[in-house]
T-cell receptor
Framework: AQKITQTQPGMFVQEKEAVTLDCTYD???????LFWYKQPSSGEMIFLIY??????QNATEGRYSLNFQKARKSANLVISASQLGDSAMYFC???????????????????FGKGTLLTVNP | DSGVTQTPKHLITATGQRVTLRCSPR?????VYWYQQSLDQGLQFLIQ???????AKGNILERFSAQQFPDLHSELNLSSLELGDSALYFC????????????FGQGTRLTVV
């Protein structure tokens, strides 16, 4: 079963308008983190925003905010006042903690969704 | 600039060959992660190292191996390459704690011909 689901393969938005990119997740771990990354056509992965499972308030970073609805297991990204430079692929990711068997040390890996391609129109 | 350096940026090689991808994490970061991004599989976690110790393995093929050296840089070795190994390989790093984002390098685009 997919752990991270992004149901919108592509989204279009007019410049200066707000857009919401959907993300739902599946985990039984009470402690987890949710991340959004942006990947422009140049290929690099750019961190946008983080939400911890125990955080009481929705995360915000400039024009980015995360609409975290824990009971519904959703972590939608809201971009306000879209700019042409926002056109890119957006990935939602989840970090679940695990314990390495041999050492007992913690390990963290990100599981990514398939992404949403956002196009901002002038 | 994320502070994570990957070399080379591009690599073209033939099937059956072996290549080594290199990653220098951000200063002070102890954890290194390797990811593979391909059109059909998306972004897949391969392996994590923390201060030289392997901490987690994902969908990493037996033909692939990695290590993290005492200076904390990491190498991903890909051998007996197949056409399907063509992908963008990312290295990411963070302090090691789960509540911090991982910073990604620019990636190495591997093309197997």
């Amino acid at each position: 079963a997919q752990k991270i689901t992004q149901t919108q393969p592509g989204m279009f938005v007019q410049e200066k308008e707000a857009v919401t990119l959907d993300c739902t997740y599946d985990t039984s771990d009470p402690s987890y983190g949710l991340f959004w990354y942006k990947q422009p056509s140049s290929g690099e992965m750019i961190f946008l925003i983080y939400q911890g499972s125990y955080d009481q308030q929705n995360a915000t970073e400039g024009r980015y905010s995360l609409n975290f609805q824990k009971a519904r297991k959703s972590a939608n990204l809201v971009i306000s006042a879209s700019q042409l430079g926002d056109s890119a692929m957006y990935f939602c990711a989840m970090r679940e903690a695990g314990v390495t068997e041999n050492s007992g040390g913690s390990n963290y890996k990100l599981t990514f969704g398939k992404g949403t391609l956002l196009t901002v129109n002038p | 600039d994320s502070g994570v350096t990957q070399t080379p940026k591009h690599l073209i090689t033939a099937t059956g060959q072996r290549v080594t991808l290199r990653c220098s994490p951000r200063s002070g970061d102890l954890s290194v992660y390797w990811y593979q991004q391909s059109l059909d599989q998306g972004l897949q976690f391969l392996i994590q190292y923390y201060n030289g110790e392997e901490r987690a393995k994902g969908n990493i093929l037996e033909r692939f191996s990695a290590q993290q050296f005492p200076d904390l840089h990491s190498e991903l070795n890909l051998s007996s390459l197949e056409l399907g190994d063509s992908a963008l390989y990312f290295c990411a790093s963070n302090r090691g704690g789960g509540n911090t984002e991982a910073f990604f390098g620019q990636g190495t685009r591997l093309t197997v011909v």
